[in-house]
């Protein structure tokens, strides 16, 4: 099992940790209580800085119940954090535009993360035709 650091910005947060038997996506949590008004946008701080192992990134999207919950929709749709920002000052934040105003109070569960080996090299050839089944295009259920 790796052993992953982290340093915490904000007293009174949740740990990092999975929820057992649900998923394998770590929550995280707004490390101070944000307001904001419909249309505007905010870095929501998280609290964290996670040194991730060399070779490793972390994906950050909403959690399921964020829209629902708090009207705001993360602005880079998803989050990639490579290895390289693993100092003391390199606190995570979500990118948030609020939908509604709202108010989401400290330690509340905003988004989740995973880590994830980066990708390996690879070569593109360029074909003329490709060997799989034609479904119709991305996007398409098919016929």
């Known amino acids: 099992m790796e052993e992953i650091k982290v340093k915490y910005f904000a007293d009174g947060i949740d740990e990092l940790c999975y ?14 209580t944000v307001e904001l008004k419909s249309g505007e946008f905010r870095l929501i701080p998280l609290g964290v800085a996670i040194a991730l192992p060399d070779g490793y990134e ?33 606190q995570w934040y979500m990118p948030a535009y609020a939908t509604r105003d709202v108010t989401i109070e400290k330690n509340a569960r905003i988004c989740q993360f995973r880590i994830v080996r980066n990708q390996p090299q690879l070569r593109f050839t360029r ?9 119709g295009g991305f996007g398409s259920t098919g016929k």
């Open 19 to 32: 929820v057992e038997g649900k998923s394998d996506w770590i929550d995280l949590h707004a490390a101070e």
């Open 58 to 90: 972390a994906h950050l999207v909403p959690r399921s119940s964020t829209f629902k919950n708090y009207g705001i929709l993360q602005t880079n749709s998803m989050g990639v954090v490579d290895y390289t920002y693993r100092g003391d000052g390199d």
């Open 127 to 135: 074909v003329e035709h490709l060997d799989g089944p034609d479904r």
